[in-house]
């Protein structure tokens, strides 16, 4: 919102700055009456006064401004006296996972529970914040009773953080609540500081130059000027702060005792922003579409009711690739910088561009087929490899069997070997028993006359007499020794 005066100098600043979200202003064709949704409108006179209060804030801790910002698990507040920072504090959880989004309560909350290390990690954290901020705006509670306004940015789940549940943990009175109505990035000290300052500016321009608030001490007083609303100006700032404006408040209470808001609803309408059709063109991602709009005229740096411009909105490579290529056949017609076009693309560029794509994607299939033969070649080394050691195997299995019969020979060898020195050495011990007995019966007979009476028990081998000694026995066999019965035992088995 801003105040056009009739010397063609505009004050402009951020409507949240003066005025919440239910107020609006009445002008003098209106009636002064509560809106639908319980908000009210103000007379030009309450505006003017606003303005004043505004300018004449006292800097001793009774007028604070809180920006709250949250998302993504990154949480960051700050209390400003003026410009000076009081009180400041910053949070990070790892509540989201990457390249995934959105929350694990909000995964948990369409049916697909997952029981894994990482999302129960993250329900954890979100209770961490959640408790972490509560005990943050508990702590700051001082600061809100002293504050004339919060500014909040907290998009989707953040804002039911604050505002949703049987016991909010933020209960600041709802006509102190501000929605912050710019492009917010990562919630940071450094952004909270960035937001705040372009929040807390009073602008001043006019058609030719910008200029600022009391640039010339005795330049006229303001005259019968319009309230109206311009999505587009660049212009010097007047900030709000301690020292700032020292020289320049006393000033600016003169000009706005002088101000008589009246409704211009023409004008108004003509300077609305809103969006044009090489805002949809764009948006739509049609090239050849948003060529054909730029070609016509149509102004590239307008800006939509949220501050973006037709390249703002380009999603599509080709469509931003457009308008640089307009940008490059017409430098001097638009204000690129203020189109937000970042650079013009010319020929020589995509030439260029596509020359280095071509030698990338080259690479890119030579290292492909490189790879390709090298997993090849040792797919086809780890063949040869297991076959080698398979015919390894296999040799030395075959070599275990041939050397077990050899070693078997041997062993039959040596033992036919000794079973033949035993049937020898049994056979001499049988041929000498035997003449030992053929002795001794020729004895026996030569005797016999003479031994009449004696006892005829004998040695069942060598037949030897066992008249004296005491026999060995085996079942019914009686021997002189052990050497007797042994060889008895053999010649009965030899049979």
């Known amino acids: 919102m801003f105040i056009q005066l009739q010397n063609g100098e505009r004050v402009s600043f951020w409507k949240c700055l003066l005025l919440n979200e239910s107020e609006n202003i009445a002008f003098e064709n209106d009636k002064l009456d509560t809106t639908d949704d319980g908000g009210c409108n103000l007379q030009e006179k309450d505006v003017t006064e606003k303005l004043k209060k505004l300018v004449d804030e006292p800097r001793n801790g009774t007028c604070l401004r809180v920006v709250l910002l949250s998302k993504g698990g990154h949480f960051a507040g700050c209390v400003f006296d003026g410009n000076t920072v009081i009180a400041h504090k910053t949070f990070h959880r790892y509540v989201v996972r990457a390249k995934a989004g959105k929350r694990q309560s ?39 009773a002293a504050s004339c306004c919060v500014f909040i940015s907290a998009p989707s789940y953040d804002h039911q953080i604050f505002f949703d549940g049987k016991r909010p943990i933020f209960n600041c009175p709802q006509h102190l609540v501000r929605n912050i109505p710019l492009t917010v990035g990562r919630p940071t000290l450094k952004e909270a500081h960035r937001l705040y300052k372009l929040l807390t500016q009073i602008y001043s321009e006019t058609d030719e130059e910008f200029t600022v608030f009391a640039k010339n001490k005795d330049e006229e007083l303001f005259q019968n000027d319009s309230v109206q609303v311009n999505g ?112 013009a693309l010319t020929k020589e560029m995509e030439e260029s561009q596509a020359t280095k794509q071509a030698e990338k994607e080259a690479k890119r299939k030579a290292r492909a087929k490189e790879l390709k033969k090298l997993r090849k070649a040792k797919a086809k080394k780890a063949q040869a490899e297991a076959a080698q050691s398979q015919n390894a195997s296999s040799s030395q299995n075959r070599g275990s069997t041939l050397n077990l ?44 006359t003479k031994t009449t009476g004696a006892s005829d028990i004998i040695c069942s081998c060598c037949r030897v007499s066992l008249a004296g000694i005491v026999p060995f026995h085996r079942y019914s066999y009686k021997y002189c020794s052990t050497t007797c019965m042994h060889l008895h035992k053999e010649i009965l088995e030899d049979g």
């Open 106 to 144: 909000s995964k948990d909350a369409s049916g697909k529970t997952i029981h894994s290390a990482g999302s129960s990690l993250r329900r954890y954290n979100e209770l961490a914040l959640k408790k972490e901020i509560q005990v943050l705006l508990a702590a700051w509670k001082l600061y809100f």
């Open 232 to 343: 587009q100006f660049e212009s010097s700032r007047l900030d709000i702060g301690e020292n700032s404006e020292s020289n320049h408040s006393s000033i600016l209470e003169r000009k706005l005792d002088s101000i008589h808001i009246v409704s211009d609803s023409e004008s108004e309408r003509e300077n609305i922003s809103a969006s044009t059709p090489l805002h949809e063109a764009a948006k739509s991602g049609n090239p050849q579409e948003v060529l054909d709009l730029l070609e016509q005229g149509l102004d590239p740096c307008i800006k939509d009711e949220k501050g973006r411009t037709p390249y703002m909105l380009a999603t599509e490579k080709e469509v931003r690739d457009t308008f640089r290529r307009f940008m490059a056949m017409n430098l001097d017609k638009w204000d690129w910088h203020a189109a937000k076009v970042p650079s």
């Open 405 to 448: 019969p050899k070693l078997s020979k041997e062993e039959e060898l040596k033992r036919a070997q000794d079973a033949e020195r035993e049937k020898r050495a049994a056979a001499a011990e049988r041929r000498m028993a035997a003449l030992k007995a053929e002795s001794a019966g020729s004895v026996a007979a030569s005797s016999g």
